[in-house]
């Protein structure tokens, strides 16, 4: 089995979720003004506004899809291993197992792709975000959160 690569934004994510009006402020991480902008309503209230909490959903919904992705990864290279060495004729009943976890893995990655275009789609609405023409949503929101979230993240109290 593969090393799980760790989800890149789970800290920012983790302050996200943990942000109230006693949270300290940002430090160690450069945020781009876009990212600001989203971050800016939170920092004035106190309470997370409506473009924050449609992040945390679009993140973890990014970790959904990343997850589901590594599992349907693990488990068709588990099938891969056991069916090339596989007997012609009735399948063992470990590789039946195998192919129905595989079933569930990627109806698992389908479901997940589903919500994130749909927090994607929720995120760009209260955002106001102009998707270029031509451009997939999934394609650019992975591209705006690889670009605009925070990968190394802390917070420090104030």
Known sequence: MP???PFRQLDFLNYLEH?????GR??????PPSMARVMAAANEAGEPSQAVD????LLKAHKAVWQASFDTDVVAGELRRYQKYAKPG???PHIVQLRQQQAVARQASSQSKQSFIKAASAFVRSVGIEVPQRMGLEVFIIGWIDANVPTTFA???E
């Not at 940002?26 to 945020?31: D, F, G, I, L, R």
Request: charged share 10%; no cysteine; proline share 8%.
């Open 3 to 5: 090393p799980a690569k």
């Open 19 to 23: 942000l109230d009006a006693s949270t």
């Open 26 to 31: 940002v430090a160690h991480a450069s945020m």
């Open 54 to 57: 449609q992040l945390i959903e």
């Open 90 to 92: 009735q399948p063992s």
């Open 155 to 157: 917070f420090a109290a």
